[in-house]
């Protein structure tokens, strides 16, 4: 008889990494389990979206620095491109460009890929936590009453080998936008979260290109956002070995070209510049690759009165974002740095306390995403009043950014998740913007 305590986690991309490193704060062994074979910082199938430019936000830096301690050194020792947030990237927003200055807000530029594998070798290093991969979960097991779970059964995904179990004290669903959770907590008895569904139907294209010192002027990055009446943006951003990402992305059933002739064209309807200069000279070095989204998910586990004993579910199995305003990485951080406090604290109604605080950590990136996207007539559903005041006073926000870089700063901040909406109200702000505007 063992008192060893044992916590599995289901998927080994960013969110499983992250709770992986947080649960082996407090249980002897972790065991993350994953379907894909995991080697080096390669594009794999389970992460499709993993080809497409992924922007990691400050505050998303932040969490992964306190998971992480000195993960700032490993990005700079990968290649990553450690970037003034405000200066080094030119942001338009609404078709206005936030005041490029030094703004002191540290971001770092890297693919996904190379992103993913730094984490994962961070995570690997941690002598509690075994990645058992190339081994899919099928579902879970539980005690003769079906309201505690004690593990999970897998199969090799090689040779569909006979399933096997794992046993755990605590399971962690970190699966992804497709996760079965619903499915089986309704199978044990349970009721299924409500879903909140906001269409958005993107359409990403990807390509890389060389990098050269005098792209961009030597900055890293240009990204034109989407707006009503303006369903096309992209990012190109410089990363590790010399390479810049574009992504082109477009809104509501639009699509950018896949074809590479048709490129330069479609970029002169950008707001910027930038795009049509650089594909002048730059010289392209993948093909491009596509991905549909077709719109955010919020699984609302937070309000479900009775939930398994032993069980969790984190990242976008819980909600998966509008990819456009790059959230998803940064919120699944900061829930594995609430669920490694929440059990240093006490192990007693974790999932009830844990889905309490992971709901707090997605409202604000949800309310910034969604009201967003209802602005767009396509969206099908009007905005609150109470989000189209904000909105219109967003407006006003990006036209002052873009001649005061003190309000850019605050905007970007925001936007990167490091202070909460709420900083754009405080009078003396108000105040900038307004001062700011045109005419006043
Ligand atoms: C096009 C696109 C662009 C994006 N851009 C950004 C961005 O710029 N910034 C940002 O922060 N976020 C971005 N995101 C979101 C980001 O990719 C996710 O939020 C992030 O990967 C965390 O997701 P996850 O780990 O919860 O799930 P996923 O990344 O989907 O991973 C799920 C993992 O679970 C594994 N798995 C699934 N089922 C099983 C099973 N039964 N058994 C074993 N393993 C299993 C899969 O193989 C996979 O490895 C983007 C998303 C999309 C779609």
Redesign the pocket.
């Known amino acids: 008889m063992t008192n060893r305590t044992r916590a599995v986690v ?7 990494l992250f709770a992986a490193a947080a649960l082996a704060d407090s249980f002897d062994e972790v065991t993350v ?4 074979v995991l080697v080096g910082p390669v594009d ?4 499709p ?2 080809k ?6 400050a505050g ?1 830096l932040r969490s992964l620095s306190d998971l992480f301690p000195g993960f700032e050194d490993d990005l700079a020792n990968a290649g990553a491109v450690r970037t003034d947030v405000q200066s080094d990237i030119h942001w338009y927003l609404d078709g206005c460009l936030v005041k490029p200055e030094p703004s002191g807000l540290i971001g770092y530029a890297s693919s ?1 890929r190379l992103l993913e594998h730094i984490v994962r070798t961070r995570v690997r290093a941690l002598p509690r936590v075994h990645i058992r991969d190339g ?4 579902d879970l097991t539980t005690t003769a009453d079906r309201r505690t779970v004690t593990g999970v059964r ?1 199969s090799r995904r090689a040779d569909g080998a006979a399933a096997t179990e794992v046993r755990a004290d605590l399971v962690v669903d ?7 959770s619903p499915q089986w907590v309704t199978e044990l008895g349970f009721a299924a979260p409500e879903v909140t569904r906001v269409q958005v139907d993107i359409t ?1 294209v990807t390509r890389q290109y060389r990098r050269e010192q005098h792209h961009l002027d030597g900055r890293v990055g240009t990204s034109v956002g989407v707006f009503p009446g303006s369903l096309h943006g992209g990012t190109l951003l410089a990363m590790e070995d010399n390479t810049f990402m574009f992504t082109a992305g477009a809104v509501y059933g639009q699509e950018p070209p896949m074809n590479d002739a048709d490129l330069p064209a479609y970029v002169e309807g950008f707001a910027s510049r930038d795009f049509a200069d650089f594909l002048k000279t730059a010289e392209q070095i993948t093909e491009p690759v596509r ?1 549909r ?1 077709p719109a955010s998910i919020r699984a609302h586990y937070e309000h479900l009165a009775d939930f398994p004993e032993g069980y969790l579910v ?4 819980v909600c ?2 509008n ?1 456009v305003y ?7 951080a900061a829930e594995a740095v609430l669920l490694r406090d929440l059990l240093r604290a006490d192990r007693a109604r974790l999932a009830e306390r844990f889905f309490a605080g992971a709901t707090e950590i997605i409202d604000i990136p949800w309310a910034i995403t969604v009201n967003a996207d209802l602005r767009f007539p396509e969206a099908g559903a009007p905005p609150t009043e109470e989000a189209k005041q904000f909105n219109a006073y967003l407006r006003h926000v990006y036209q002052a950014a873009s001649t005061d870089a003190d309000v850019g700063a605050a905007l970007l901040r925001v936007i990167q998740l490091v202070d909460a909406p709420d900083r754009l109200l405080e009078p003396t702000l108000v105040e900038r913007v307004m001062r700011a505007l045109p005419g006043t």
Do not use: K, N
Not at 10 to 16: I, Q
Not at 44 to 47: D, H, S, T
Not at 135 to 138: A, F, K, N, P, R
């Open positions: 289901v998927g080994a991309s960013m969110a499983g389990i994953e379907r894909d794999r199938r389970g992460v979206q993993g497409h430019l992924h922007g990691l936000q998303g996904r081994w899919d979960v099928l897998l970190a699966s992804g936008r497709a996760s079965r990403y991905t989204f984190v990242g976008d199995a998966s974002f990819p790059g959230q998803g990485m940064s919120v699944a």
